[in-house]
């Protein structure tokens, strides 16, 4: 298996720097992040989702865009997958992501899926997803890139079933899904190889990155709440059982990227890139 970085955890590297650090630690390649940057952040500190140099912004010009290709191949980095930030619905910004993948060399990218707050009923946002998903399918059979959902928490997808269910029925030469079990720590856990069994054919790609419980009465926010609190953790640390997730990736004959999202600190750098391909190579070896 192949290992890339998801540049949303690199958000003090520009994107030349990207290309360069990822070159000299070893890795095969490059999941950009493709968003719009907040323009109030500008002038703040670098953050994953705020001021985040590592991120290709939609609008990026063809000039632009050819040089980082230039960039990206003289670096000898692939391009797994398009970290992509896109509204259910929006088919515009989703033809946008599979124009600027094409370019770029990306397979797929990554389409938007709705969250779940109480306020809409399951089945209404299903059908709205499954509508959507109709759309990419008809973008990817154009284009050539696929249109990948995630496994996340906090939407109508947290977990392999759930993702199935809003994927099924669609080509999975054109619809897939990406797991991502440091996400079903928060929300959505199921065994790992079973989940992966579940997905079979939709399985485009996989998510490293691990997150923790914590217990604290400061955690509670209202009266009968609980005093437990996710959040995100280091690879070595966090509930996530890397070892057998990497058995059962392997186990299911899964031979496709690895694509590290850590979050555990504001500030990767080059040491820690390192550490951590050199942790989940162990993992397969």
């Not at 003289?74 to 398009?82: E, F, Q, R, T």
């Not at 896109?86 to 989703?94: E, M, N, R, W």
């Not at 990419?136 to 059979?141: K, P």
């Not at 820690?272 to 050199?278: C, G, K, N, P």
């Amino acid at each position: 298996m192949k290992l890339a970085v998801f540049t949303v955890m690199l958000p003090d590297f520009g994107l030349n720097d990207t290309l360069a650090v990822l070159k000299k630690t070893g890795y095969d390649g490059v999941e950009w992040r493709v968003t719009v940057n907040n323009p109030a952040s500008a002038d703040q500190e670098p953050s994953f989702w705020g001021n985040n140099h590592s991120t290709i912004d939609p609008s990026i010009s063809d000039e632009e865009l050819g040089a980082l290709k230039v960039a990206q191949d003289a670096a000898g980095l692939l391009v797994p997958n398009l970290g992509c930030y896109i509204p259910v619905g929006d088919l515009k910004l989703t033809e946008q992501g599979m124009k600027i993948a094409k370019v770029l060399g990306a397979p797929s990218i990554r389409v938007g899926v709705s969250g779940y707050d109480r306020s809409i009923s399951y089945r209404e946002l299903l059908e709205q997803g499954r509508h959507y998903l109709h759309g990419v399918q008809e973008l990817s059979q154009q284009y050539g890139v696929k249109g990948n959902i995630e496994i996340h928490h906090g939407n109508i997808a947290s977990s392999a079933s759930s993702a199935r269910r809003l994927v099924e029925g669609f080509d999975p030469a054109h619809i897939g899904v990406i797991h991502d079990a440091g996400n079903m720590v928060h929300e959505g856990y199921e065994n790992y190889r079973m989940g992966l069994e579940i997905l079979g054919e939709y399985l485009a790609h996989v998510h490293v990155k691990n997150a923790a419980w914590a217990c604290s009465q400061e955690n509670i926010k209202s009266p009968g709440g609980s005093p437990w609190k996710s959040d995100w953790a280091p690879l070595k640390t966090g509930v996530v059982d890397l070892g057998q997730l990497m058995a059962d990736v392997q186990h299911i004959g899964y031979d496709g990227w690895l694509s590290f999202e850590d979050f555990s600190s504001p500030h990767p750098d080059e040491a820690s890139l390192v550490e951590q391909a050199a942790y989940i190579r162990s993992l397969l070896k």
